[in-house]
């Protein structure tokens, strides 16, 4: 069984609503590791069926006495509009507390931190009520999201729209979207909504802003029902406005909505680092490619020696949930390098929220 799961295939649950409606939370998937090729452990000294943390005593589940290079046999790399689970890149350290892990990781706590934020000075500063732990890289958590960018693929956000090497991208048909609606009917009925378009009230995919003008959030599919039936008497999508996102300097006056354009790295390309694109790629060469990278007076230096070119030794990939709106994804914490991705979200094999989601059973996931 541990074979299995190693190599072949895996559990998943979701636990987030990032991916909606394409995933719900509580599905539970089949991730095949076969798709881009079993990767092998870093880490063989670790507890079966457990990740990070052990059961009841929340002690590390392995040890790291024995960490083996990055080796994937027989793999090829994630296709744009695959649903990939890989390591969070992000979650390499983690304050070892709930709500922060890698809900909140550590790299983002030391960011503002070192803006002036008070209450993150504090929890540094208090190393035995939030201590700080480090993982492996096939022992960070396991994150789920929408392959939209390969290495070498320049990626843009306009408006909550992709656009890929320039050209727009159509979302997933169940992707999500924030829209101001003007409808035509004077009152929603609740029922109607959740049986005919799968808008729950009570979960807020939609709210009464004044008048017939409502907030929702649709996907294309719910978004077509219903302007073909009538309901929708004008509609506009409203835009984030959310910029504390990467790189996080003040070069780049990017939003979740309205981000890059950047180009995603690829093994065996070449860049000249410029004060526009250093903070972009600065941690994907130091910490995922552990290569030495300083800036010193508008100067560059490689392992200790001036060089403003890098060769990039990796693969990378730009990750983003469905719910675009609502996502933790590479608009925050940038590239997905390979050595992280652990494989294809195959099919949904069970789905509960209150009961079983029987028409949710045994769905390829697209």
Same mark, same amino acid.
């Given at each position: 069984?541990?074979?299995?799961?190693?190599?072949?295939?895996?559990?998943?649950?979701?636990?987030?609503?990032?991916?909606?409606?394409?995933?719900?939370?509580?599905?539970?998937?089949?991730?095949?590791?076969?798709?881009?090729?079993?990767?092998?452990?870093?880490?063989?000294?670790?507890?079966?069926?457990?990740?990070?943390?052990?059961?009841?005593?929340?002690?590390?589940?392995?040890?790291?006495?024995?960490?083996?290079?990055?080796?994937?046999?027989?793999?090829?790399?994630?296709?744009?509009?695959?649903?990939?689970?890989?390591?969070?890149?992000?979650?390499?350290?983690?304050?070892?507390?709930?709500?922060?892990?890698?809900?909140?990781?550590?790299?983002?706590?030391?960011?503002?931190?070192?803006?002036?934020?008070?209450?993150?000075?504090?929890?540094?500063?208090?190393?035995? &009520?939030?201590?700080?732990?480090?993982? +492996?890289?096939?022992?960070?958590?396991?994150?789920?999201?929408?392959?939209?960018?390969?290495?070498?693929?320049?990626?843009?956000?306009?408006?909550?729209?992709?656009?890929?090497?320039?050209?727009?991208?159509?979302?997933? +048909?169940?992707?999500?979207?924030?829209?101001?609606?003007?409808?035509?009917?004077?009152?929603? !009925?609740?029922?109607?909504?959740?049986?005919?378009? !799968?808008?729950?009230?009570?979960?807020?995919?939609?709210?009464?802003?004044?008048?017939?003008?409502?907030?929702?959030?649709?996907?294309?599919?719910?978004?077509?029902?219903?302007?073909?039936?009538?309901?929708?008497? &004008?509609?506009?999508?409203?835009?984030?406005?959310?910029? !504390?996102?990467?790189?996080?300097?003040?070069?780049?006056?990017?939003?979740?909505?309205?981000?890059?354009?950047?180009?995603? +790295?690829?093994?065996?390309?070449?860049?000249?680092?410029?004060?526009?694109?250093?903070?972009?790629?600065?941690?994907?060469?130091?910490?995922?490619?552990?290569?030495?990278?300083?800036?010193?007076?508008?100067?560059?230096?490689?392992?200790?020696?001036?060089?403003?070119?890098?060769?990039?030794?990796?693969?990378?990939?730009?990750?983003?949930?469905?719910?675009?709106?609502?996502?933790?994804?590479?608009?925050?914490?940038?590239?997905?390098?390979?050595?992280?991705?652990?494989?294809?979200?195959?099919?949904?094999?069970?789905?509960?929220?209150?009961?079983?989601?029987?028409?949710?059973?045994?769905?390829?996931?697209?």
């Amino acid at each position: 069984a541990t074979l299995i799961r190693t190599f072949i295939f895996e559990a998943y649950t979701i636990p987030s609503g990032s991916m909606e409606k394409t995933l719900l939370v509580k599905d539970f998937l089949f991730v095949s590791k076969l798709s881009y090729g079993p990767r092998i452990p870093n880490t063989p000294l670790s507890v079966p069926f457990v990740h990070n943390y052990m059961p009841v005593t929340n002690g590390k589940s392995y040890s790291e006495l024995v960490q083996l290079p990055y080796i994937r046999w027989f793999g090829s790399m994630p296709k744009r509009n695959d649903v990939v689970v890989f390591n969070f890149p992000a979650g390499d350290t983690v304050i070892h507390r709930e709500g922060f892990e890698s809900l909140v990781p550590y790299i983002d706590v030391k960011r503002a931190a070192d803006r002036g934020d008070r209450d993150a000075k504090l929890v540094l500063a208090d190393g035995e &009520n939030y201590p700080v732990v480090s993982h +492996p890289v096939d022992k960070t958590d396991n994150y789920i999201k929408r392959c939209v960018g390969v290495s070498g693929d320049s990626i843009e956000v306009r408006h909550n729209v992709v656009y890929l090497n320039g050209v727009r991208q159509e979302p997933p +048909p169940y992707a999500e979207q924030i829209y101001k609606v003007e409808v035509t009917a004077p009152a929603l !009925d609740m029922d109607v909504m959740k049986s005919e378009y !799968d808008l729950d009230f009570e979960k807020g995919d939609y709210s009464s802003i004044g008048g017939n003008i409502y907030r929702m959030l649709l996907t294309t599919v719910a978004k077509e029902k219903m302007q073909k039936n009538g309901l929708i008497k &004008n509609i506009e999508p409203i835009d984030g406005l959310e910029r !504390d996102v990467f790189p996080y300097d003040t070069l780049h006056n990017w939003t979740m909505d309205n981000f890059g354009p950047l180009w995603v +790295p690829k093994k065996g390309a070449t860049i000249q680092l410029t004060p526009e694109n250093f903070n972009i790629y600065e941690r994907a060469i130091r910490k995922y490619e552990h290569t030495d990278l300083e800036e010193r007076n508008g100067k560059y230096y490689i392992n200790g020696q001036e060089n403003s070119s890098y060769t990039f030794k990796m693969d990378y990939f730009w990750m983003m949930g469905d719910n675009r709106q609502g996502s933790q994804d590479s608009r925050k914490w940038g590239f997905v390098p390979e050595d992280r991705i652990v494989g294809k979200a195959w099919m949904i094999w069970f789905s509960w929220e209150g009961g079983p989601r029987w028409k949710r059973l045994f769905n390829i996931i697209k």
